[in-house]
């Protein structure tokens, strides 16, 4: 298995499968992972007033990323490119949120 250490020393855990990434493009994007999490966290925990769905948000923004990884490096803006992809994740977690909120009030 694939491993990425985050900023509190949790792992998250990839699929098998994407082992197969060169390990220039791992560094590339353990780069990016070690320099943005915090603020992307923030981010996403003051837009979902929550810290476990942030989390997760960003866990998920980075297997994106691993499975993207060509179009991330490719990109004329990486960061922008993950930034984004934690909007939309972000967004789909608020959807959620709001599905159930209606069965609960």
Same mark, same amino acid.
């Given at each position: 298995?694939?491993?990425?250490? /985050?900023?509190?020393?949790? @792992? #998250?855990?990839?699929?098998?499968?994407?082992?197969?990434?060169?390990? /220039?493009?791992?560094?590339?994007?353990?780069?990016?992972?070690?320099?943005?999490?915090?603020?992307?966290?923030? @981010?996403?925990?003051?837009?979902?007033?929550? @810290?476990?769905?942030?989390?997760?948000?960003?866990?998920?923004?980075?297997? #994106?990323?691993?499975?993207?990884? /060509? /179009?991330?490096?490719?990109?004329?803006?990486?960061?922008? &490119?993950?930034?984004?992809?934690?909007?939309?994740?972000?967004?789909?977690?608020?959807?959620?949120?709001?599905? &159930?909120?209606? @069965?609960?009030?």
């Amino acid at each position: 298995l694939l491993a990425v250490r /985050d900023i509190n020393h949790k @792992y #998250i855990v990839v699929e098998r499968r994407l082992c197969m990434i060169d390990q /220039d493009k791992l560094n590339f994007l353990e780069k990016i992972y070690m320099e943005e999490v915090p603020n992307m966290l923030r @981010y996403a925990e003051i837009l979902l007033s929550s @810290y476990p769905l942030a989390e997760d948000a960003v866990q998920n923004t980075f297997k #994106i990323a691993l499975e993207k990884i /060509d /179009d991330v490096i490719n990109s004329p803006k990486p960061v922008g &490119w993950i930034k984004n992809t934690l909007k939309n994740e972000i967004r789909q977690k608020y959807r959620e949120q709001k599905k &159930w909120q209606k @069965y609960i009030t």
